[in-house]
């Protein structure tokens, strides 16, 4: 056998060390997981939460003893949808971000920085930055979600109407899970956000926290579950960390206010490595909970965002 030439063996080993360092430079934090899968609920209040019985929402309550979890998480002004739903993938605040409208598509003032695309960068734009062959995807079903959340940067999106005010149901609650459990097996995703506006929509029709409305918070608690049943066939559920969330509560019929009723909301963090039955000693805000996705990823944080990461909530290696 030839001896391999010295020379040779050096350079081999300083091009895996520049190859190691492009990929994993020094200032990445440590990745916590494979898979970071977010469901966001949108008009999902604390107070609904509170006010359900626990044998109502066992997939929650569930996630809630097995994970991170606080029912005082605060929506940024005013409590409406498109202004929290851009906090939730862009890490900062209304004024900040410049979405000051429920269903604002687009800034009333210039955002306080670019990604490029006319809005500040979003979890998916650091996925796709620092994570360039990581799969990425959102599902969602009110329209207004699109242009907040940066859908150039993703791999796979798709909007689906499953409900109006004039129309009811157009599409069931099932079969719109079924897309993104669907896209899970297939995909195995690094990122993968679902998102549902029904909960929503039973708020403004027949109010927040009447039976109506805590009945549909109980078929989402079932479709929670299918997700987990999802990413435990697609073996990643063990290297999966699971974040529930949601834009904003309701009082009455509407939302927009500065109650807390429609400023509180849950947030759950579950899953690998993260301590159990832990509840958050301090408020989040709005902005923190993409803060926390990016840091389960090991994705940096643009120095812009004002979201912070919680890593506190992680059981000590």
Known sequence: MKNFPVKTLFVAIAALALCAAACCPKDAPRQRAGHVVMIG???????????APEEDLPNLQYLMQHGAWTL?????MPSASAINWASTFNGVPTEMHGFDKWNSTHGTIP?????????????????????PQALTGLLYDWDGVGPVADTLAMSWHRFVKTYSHTDGVIFSLSEYTD???????????????????????????????????MEHQKLLDTEIGRVMDALKEAG??????????SDHGGNGHGHGGFSLLELETPFVVSGKGIKQGYEFP???????????AADALGIRLPA???GRPSPEIYVKP
């Open 41 to 51: 609920i949108d008009g999902w209040a604390a107070e609904g939460v509170r006010q």
């Open 72 to 76: 005082s998480k605060r929506s940024v």
């Open 111 to 131: 955002s306080t920085s670019d990604n490029g695309h006319g809005i500040p960068p979003t979890i998916f734009t650091l996925v796709r930055e620092q994570h």
């Open 179 to 213: 897309i993104a459990t669907d896209y899970i097996k297939q995909n195995k995703p690094e990122f993968f956000c679902l998102y549902y506006g029904t909960l929503d929509e039973t708020g403004h029709k027949y109010g927040w926290y009447g039976p109506e409305y």
């Open 236 to 245: 990643i559920f063990e290297d999966t960390i699971l974040i529930l969330t």
């Open 282 to 292: 301090i408020t989040l805000m709005q902005y923190d909970t993409p803060a926390v």
């Open 304 to 306: 812009e965002w004002r």
